[in-house]
């Protein structure tokens, strides 16, 4: 018997907490299977804890959920995938209990133990289930049944495989529209095991009926099989069965379907290859960028730069270049926030012609949209336009619109320029830089936001790596320093992280002569949070400066703040001083 962490419970605990009322109780019980199944032993575990289970099921969601996960991974407990036959039916009566959620669980685990077993007893057990769930008096059986003929099919002699697929058949035009939702949306799994020959008759059969079903929720499952089905068939079957199927789906009465359309178009032109596409699917994919719903033109707008990239050039400026122009001033926010999020990425598919003149102007309107995410998604994308049209014409064009963005009332959108700005400035260059973007700079370090405050520290560390010490020494560090004084202490505070920050690009000369004063100095504050950070920006100085400064003047400086009244104070100077003594003594 294996060893085991746990206590081991005896059955007639567990049987008594099964039953007991508190639903805590009979969870940890269930949870505990496997520990009591390796103290039962293999043979015992078969014959009294699997059929105990199957005969006490009806309980709570939670604990069915449970036994159905515990369950799929059985089989080493019952003796190995011989035995594998004894978990099913437990698992077939939580396939059909009401709530979603343990059927889905129930499936799965179903689905895991049957690719595990010998393909005879697939036949005389598996089989057999799955032909009770699809005749089940329930919906929910019949529900559960669609997600298992992937597993059970390949092992079928061909009588049976007949069988299962007249089955599925019946599921796909059954009464209840959620068994039909079912069977559409697991028909690409089970198209995925079935011959070419039947490929092309029976499975084509059901999608065109699941296509055609009058209840858009089972209409929209079969768009994702138009997907799956595509990639199965040749070339000249998909064009001729799921091109037909997609531009009409493109044009269904449910904005759910066409959205749907919109938002699989990209798996859907790979499905039907890139001719078929440019004469049939761009006409469509037009009719969605112009849909008169919000939703469809989001899912639409979402996928434009994909959707160029399949078309050539000449054709995405003809046809899908004037819906940018006019989802870019769409009435819904989130159209152009969506049109926003991908746009940059059609100036290299474009070229910088069509880029100038076409897109240039567009993401100018977009930079200045009303709503911030719409500025966000533009500004976190820029460095795809550089690329194309250069940085000359990048910054005539487009650093007015940066600048004052610079200043934006929402954080966030400062927060996106502040963490462009390392990019920029290596592509803008150091003196261009210098003369628009380095007071901005200094400017967010003393703004409202800690968030924007932090990440204009760690801005200046990378400016300072990009344009080296020296560029860093003249322009940063002094207005930096100068900043110490400033008469919020949270400002204070900000400055001692870059100087922590700008410390180790600096390296110790610099560090020693004008930073390490300043934060010595600091440690005179009348605020107890400026001097506890003090202590970590000595602490974090320790490892940049030489050995003697650390013993002649961090040290001297944390012995008198490890003295201070305040406990926080005293509590980070002692942790900076083990540092140092453990740097020393190293």
């Known amino acids: 018997m294996a060893m085991v962490d746990e206590p081991l419970y005896p059955i007639a605990i567990l049987i008594d907490e099964l039953k007991n009322d ?28 699997i059929p105990f289970l199957s005969e006490n099921n009806d309980d709570d969601d939670e604990v069915l959920l449970a036994m159905a996960e515990e369950l799929g991974a059985f089989i080493p407990y019952v003796g190995g995938v011989e035995y594998s036959h004894v978990l099913l039916p437990p698992l077939e009566t939580l ?83 959620m068994v039909r939702r079912s069977a559409a949306s697991n028909l690409g799994k089970f198209a995925a095991t079935i011959e070419p020959v039947h490929l092309k008759t029976d499975i084509m059969t059901f999608f065109r009926d699941l296509t055609q079903d009058d209840q858009d929720s089972v209409r929209l499952l079969a768009v994702e099989g138009c997907a799956a ?98 989802l870019s001033m769409d009435s819904s926010q989130h159209v152009r926030a969506a049109l926003a999020s991908v746009i940059m990425g059609m100036a290299p598919i474009l070229g910088k012609e069509a ?7 567009i993401f100018l309107a977009l930079l200045k949209d009303e709503f911030p995410d719409v500025r966000l998604n533009i500004i976190s994308k820029l460095d795809q336009v550089n690329q194309v049209i250069g940085i000359d014409l990048l910054s005539q064009s487009l650093l007015p619109a940066i600048v004052e963005l610079a200043e934006d009332r929402h954080w966030r959108v400062r927060l996106a320029i502040i963490e462009y700005i390392p990019l920029l400035a290596s592509q803008l260059g150091v003196e261009f830089f210098d003369d628009k973007l380095g007071a901005l700079c200094m400017q967010w370090l003393g703004d409202q936001v800690f968030s924007i405050r932090e990440a204009a520290a760690n801005n200046l560390k990378r400016l300072a790596e990009e344009f080296g010490p020296e560029w860093a020494m003249q322009h940063i560090v002094p207005q930096v320093l100068e900043m110490i004084s400033n008469s919020h202490y949270l400002h204070r505070m900000t400055i001692l992280y870059a100087i922590s920050l700008l410390a180790s690009v600096m390296g110790p000369e610099v560090t020693c002569q004008t930073m390490l004063p300043v934060v010595i100095n600091a440690a005179r504050d009348r605020v107890p949070n400026i001097k506890f950070n003090v202590a970590k920006v000595l602490q974090s100085l320790i490892l940049v400066v030489d ?40």
């Open 22 to 49: 508190d639903i805590q109780l009979r969870l940890n019980s269930i949870r505990r299977l496997s520990t009591i199944a390796r103290a039962l032993g293999e043979e015992r575990t078969r014959k009294e804890l």
């Open 95 to 177: 396939c059909t209990v009401e709530e979603t959620v343990v059927r889905d669980k129930a499936v799965e685990s179903l689905c895991r133990i049957g690719s595990q077993m010998k393909e005879s007893d697939l036949v005389d057990w598996f089989i057999p289930l799955l032909k009770r769930l699809g005749a089940g008096e329930w919906f929910t059986a019949r529900v559960s049944a669609c997600g298992l003929f992937h597993i059970a099919y390949p092992s079928a002699p061909d009588l049976l495989r007949a069988e299962l697929r007249s089955v599925y058949n019946q599921l796909c035009h059954d009464d209840m529209p």
């Open 229 to 326: 089905l595509g990639k199965l068939l040749e070339s000249q079957d998909c064009v001729a069965n799921i091109l037909p199927v997609i531009v009409n789906f493109s044009q269904d009465k449910s904005w759910r379907v066409r959205y749907m359309v919109a938002n699989q178009l990209y798996e859907l032109c790979e499905a039907v290859g890139p001719e078929p596409t440019r004469s049939e699917l761009v006409p469509a994919y037009v009719r969605l960028l112009r849909d008169n719903e919000a939703e469809v033109r989001i899912a639409a707008s979402g996928k434009v730069t994909k959707f160029c990239k399949i078309v050539s050039p000449p054709l995405a400026i003809q046809h899908i270049l004037p819906c940018v122009k006019e």
């Open 355 to 361: 880029t100038i003149e076409q897109l240039l102007p």
């Open 547 to 586: 050995p003697v400064v650390v013993e002649q003047t961090i040290r001297p400086c944390l012995v008198e703040l490890s003295e201070d009244p305040d406990v926080d104070v005293r509590y980070f100077a002692t942790q900076a001083l083990q540092a140092c003594d453990q740097v020393m003594s190293s």
